[in-house]
């Protein structure tokens, strides 16, 4: 399987939407009652969420496409730096938003694609560190981040409409 690797456009912000709710709802959906889960993606998981997104110079999406059809992306932020990190705060932070592989993708190095070009992306910019925030209890994730060198740093939260999760601050120090 070969995937082709390229910038976002907004003719893909439809396909961004489906993708990110598809594969947010079947790895957390179950967490969440209805109405915190919906209003969540109404807010995060819509084309007009991914348009804000490419709109805006410091963010930047990747996708990957197998057989014509968005299979994953990733979603970093330059400049950006998640609260709870301890000090001394980074200089020049890159956070990792979204990455996100279709469910019958997964396995396919499609998320080791991506977590490689968000790493030299932060690079190419000059950051200093790269952050991303992972659930609890996501353990495969936490597996993958810290193959690549990335520590826990600090527990944080994140919300879905009231429902609070624990989650954990990730870093790799570039």
Known sequence: MTALLRPATA????????LGRESFIAAFGHLYRPEDLEGFLEEYR??????????????LI?????????????????GHAMDG??????????YLSQLYCAGDMTGHG???????????AAREWGADVLQLSV??????????YQRYGFKKIA??????????????????SL
């Open 11 to 18: 003719s893909d912000a439809e396909a961004l939407a489906k």
């Open 135 to 144: 659930y609890s209890e996501n353990f495969g994730a936490q597996r993958f």
């Open 85 to 94: 990190r301890p000090d001394p705060q980074p200089r020049k932070p890159v």
């Open 110 to 120: 499609l998320g080791a694609t991506l977590i490689e070009w968000a790493i030299a």
């Open 46 to 59: 819509t084309p007009a969420a991914f348009n804000a997104h490419l709109a805006d110079p410091p963010t």
């Open 62 to 78: 990747q996708v990957a496409e197998v057989d014509g059809r968005l299979a994953a992306y990733s979603l970093i932020v330059r």
């Open 155 to 172: 527990d944080i939260d994140f919300w879905v409409g009231n429902h609070r999760d624990d989650e954990f601050l990730y870093e790799l």
